[in-house]
């Protein structure tokens, strides 16, 4: 298989390490085979639209999610790193509100794989960082939903030593109590 499976504290949420070929030239892995992906996981999802952004040290965004046109993500760094995190925002979990935070760098070449029904943020712990990732239905700005990265009834843990610059959007972001949530 090319990657590996690890379980979070959420157990809809998934980190996948790559097996990752390297000698002195460098490096190469698979970062996506469907029908692997399918095995490993259980899972048969169809990703419609692959997003890369780059960001500065210290910016953090989200926690953004859409309820309507819900997106599963499949996300990854391929240049420094990154603090990641998912928030199970589905009122009818037995996980609601609770969040899972993981590094993923251009070294660990890990993946985590955010189901629909979940806010999803980051925030850049290098210098800068590139981040991709794949999506199971399209962007769709008049859906898009925000909520509070410091927000106090999640409680995120976010990394004590960066001050997060964050965006209009983001720094408006509404609390859990008041967000719009999945059923």
């Not at 169809?46 to 999610?65: E, I, M």
């Not at 251009?106 to 800068?128: C, M, Y």
């Amino acid at each position: 298989m090319p990657y590996t499976v690890i379980q979070t504290a959420i157990p809809d949420v998934l980190i996948l390490e790559p097996k990752v070929f390297g000698d002195s030239r460098g490096f190469f892995f698979e970062s996506f085979n469907a029908k692997d992906f399918a095995n490993v996981t259980g899972l048969d999802v169809d990703f419609v639209q692959d997003n890369h952004s780059k960001s500065a040290k210290g910016v953090l965004r989200g926690l953004h999610y859409q309820v309507q046109q819900a997106q599963g993500k499949l996300v990854r760094v391929t240049q420094g790193a990154v603090f990641d995190v998912a928030v199970d925002i589905r009122k009818s979990s037995p996980t609601f509100g609770n969040w899972v935070g993981y590094e993923l760098s251009d070294t660990n070449h890990r993946q985590i794989w955010i189901p629909k029904g979940f806010a999803h943020g980051f925030i850049v712990l290098s210098e800068s960082a590139d981040f991709l990732y794949k999506t199971t239905d399209y962007y769709a700005p008049q859906h898009v939903s925000c909520i509070a990265w410091n927000d106090s009834q999640i409680g995120i843990e976010w990394p004590a030593n960066i001050s997060p610059l964050l965006s209009a959007k983001d720094a408006a972001g509404l609390s859990l109590a008041t967000a719009e949530v999945f059923a």
